[in-house]
């Protein structure tokens, strides 16, 4: 079985301030990672994944994400948020022997000016 | 490449009545995927296909039926809607081992 869990629903940040979204995972073998975003009556858009390699995957519109093998996390990170970033933030998680994916409840996060 | 579509964009049914959603990709893709999105739950797959012919039970298949009878079309039934399946269905598409690419999402109210 596999699943996601974000501990929090909302993440609220000033414009220019550090942006960080949890995520931590479960999968019985070794995990493909992803983030989606998605912005009011949209579809989700793919941000970043993580299949092998290196730790710290760089995405779309500046975003990141560090995996952390020992304390089984995905966590989004943005050094410096924009307005334009406040969205709905999901991650997922599928094993690499299956395809389907399971999502975390996802993150609402607000950028303020 | 339009990418995913899903057809209609929005639709309000009358308990009992039944409709069809189309998810169409015009990606080549194998693999099409069927969720719905309710707040706070993130995304639950409803049914997927692994190849044109071939459907499957995902983790809540109550109340739906799908077909793919083409490669490129996934379609999701509901035989008799009722107030529980009003939700935003989203529909998605890959490659062997690539990333889910998702449609702009139906929005479906059953009264």
């Known amino acids: 079985a596999q699943s996601v869990a974000q501990p929090e629903d909302q993440v609220n940040v000033a414009e220019g301030n550090p942006l960080t979204v949890k995520c931590t995972y479960s999968?019985?073998?070794?995990?493909?990672l992803f983030w989606y975003v998605q912005y009011p009556n949209r579809g989700l858009q793919f941000l970043l994944k993580?299949?092998?390699?290196?730790?710290l995957v760089k995405g779309s519109y500046g975003f990141e994400a560090e995996f952390n093998k020992s304390q089984t996390s995905f966590h989004l990170k943005k050094p410096s948020a924009l307005v334009s970033d406040s969205a709905l933030y999901f991650c997922?998680?599928?094993?690499?022997?299956?395809?389907?994916?399971?999502f975390g409840a996802g993150t609402t996060v607000t950028v303020r000016a | 490449n339009a990418g995913v579509t899903q057809t209609p964009k929005f639709r309000v049914l009358k308990t009992g009545q039944s409709m069809t959603l189309l998810c169409a990709q015009d990606?080549?893709?194998?693999?099409m995927y069927w969720y719905r999105q309710d707040p706070g739950m993130g995304l639950r797959l409803i049914h997927y296909?692994?190849?044109?012919?071939?459907?499957a039970k995902g983790e809540v298949p109550d109340g739906y039926n799908v077909s793919r009878l083409k490669k490129q079309n996934f379609l999701l039934g509901l035989e008799s809607a009722a107030p529980s399946q009003t939700s935003v269905y989203f529909c998605?598409?890959?490659?062997?081992?690539?990333?889910?690419?998702f449609g702009p999402g139906t929005r479906l109210l059953v009264l």
């Open positions: 997922a998680v599928r094993d690499i022997n299956d395809y389907k994916l399971s």
């Open positions: 998605a598409s890959h490659r062997e081992a690539e990333t889910q690419y």
């Open positions: 993580y299949i092998t390699g290196d730790n």
């Open positions: 999968v019985s073998g070794n995990p493909y």
């Open positions: 296909s692994v190849g044109e012919g071939t459907t």
């Open positions: 990606m080549n893709h194998e693999y």
